[in-house]
């Protein structure tokens, strides 16, 4: 099943903090755009966090562990086409990697002696709650297109078919068409 996002829409998994307040973590996520800006992925708050988007039609990966940001701008290549992209987003302690479509990958150290994220608000997929605010004014939409697959850490695949999974909450997210 693929999942429609409008740019308020978002899909809340409660029950993954553990994969996610880790010292490493890997994103694979399969996603098509139809704007050149909003919020594919999102978990944590103010100085913990951790954010795959779409910036000027391009993908990008940012977070903070405590110590200051990361942004890891793609390949470049554009996403907002309305075409299928596959993206890898992976953080090792502090060093984190972004990979579109396997054109190559891109990586970066954040700042400071900090390597875990520390989250407990959940994962939120195609946008969240008050987004400007919640992402301190670095997302203001949510996507608007479709994510047909998303994994952490190879072993879990997260059921993208609306609440198959106990505390998620959906708001706004429907059926992707072909």
């Known amino acids: 099943m693929k999942c429609y996002f409008t740019n308020n829409a978002a899909e809340k998994l409660g029950d993954i903090n553990l994969k996610l307040s880790s010292s490493s973590l890997d ?12 919020l594919l992925v999102w978990t944590g708050r103010a100085r913990d966090y951790l954010a795959l988007g779409i910036e000027h039609s391009v993908l990008v990966f940012r977070y903070n562990l405590g110590s200051g940001e990361v942004v890891i701008v793609a390949n470049h290549t554009k996403v907002d086409d309305g075409l299928w992209h596959r993206a890898r987003a992976t953080r090792n302690r502090q060093a984190g990697v972004l990979e579109v479509d396997g054109l190559g990958s891109v990586g970066n150290i954040s700042p400071g002696k900090l390597r875990q994220l520390n989250t407990d608000n959940g994962l939120y997929i195609g946008g969240l ?19 047909s697959q998303i994994s952490l850490s190879g072993d879990f695949d997260i059921p993208l078919s609306l609440s198959k999974l106990p505390h998620t909450i959906t708001n706004n997210v429907g059926r992707c068409t072909p």
């Not at 994103?27 to 909003?38: E, K, V």
């Open 27 to 38: 994103i694979n996520i399969r996603f098509r755009a139809l704007r050149p800006r909003g």
């Open 129 to 147: 709650p008050s987004i400007e605010q919640n992402t301190m004014g670095k997302y203001k939409t949510g996507l608007v297109g479709c994510v």
